[in-house]
């Protein structure tokens, strides 16, 4: 069973910047699939940013050029940083993990989930 915390959400002013984290417990599968999802009340689960196993990186069109996803394989940790930050970005973001090499933004792919972190920001 691989769990995962996340951490590093908050409040910001629209423009500004966080950084989430994700600390995965230690698992041992080398193909995988990590990333993050997000949900605004009301609103559909979204993928946001994924990374693969092969380093591999893919966003939501929403976020290209603002988030970054990155990993600390060394700390079993994963990041989101996250840059001019906007009002539509609010949302509790999800950090999840998949056995797979490919990294689908469809929820129902991934098997384990944080409890997840609150962003929002303010116009």
């Known amino acids: 069973q691989v769990q995962l915390v996340e951490s590093g959400g908050g409040s910001v002013q629209a423009g500004g910047s966080l950084r989430l984290s994700c600390a995965a417990s230690?698992?041992?599968?080398?193909?995988?699939?990590i990333g993050w999802f997000r949900q605004a009340p009301g609103k559909e689960r979204e993928g946001v940013a994924f990374?693969?196993?092969?380093?591999?990186?893919r966003y939501a069109d929403s976020v290209k050029g603002r988030f970054t996803i990155s990993q600390d394989n060394a700390k079993n940790t994963l990041y989101l940083q996250m840059n001019s930050l906007k009002p539509e970005d609010t949302a509790m973001y999800y950090c999840?993990?998949?056995?797979?090499?490919?990294?689908?933004?469809?929820?129902?792919?991934?098997?384990?989930w944080g409890q997840g972190t609150q962003v929002t920001v303010s116009s």
């Open positions: 230690t698992y041992t599968y080398s193909i995988y699939c």
């Open positions: 990374i693969d196993s092969d380093g591999s990186t």
């Open positions: 999840a993990l998949a056995w797979r090499n490919y990294c689908s933004g469809n929820p129902y792919d991934y098997r384990y």
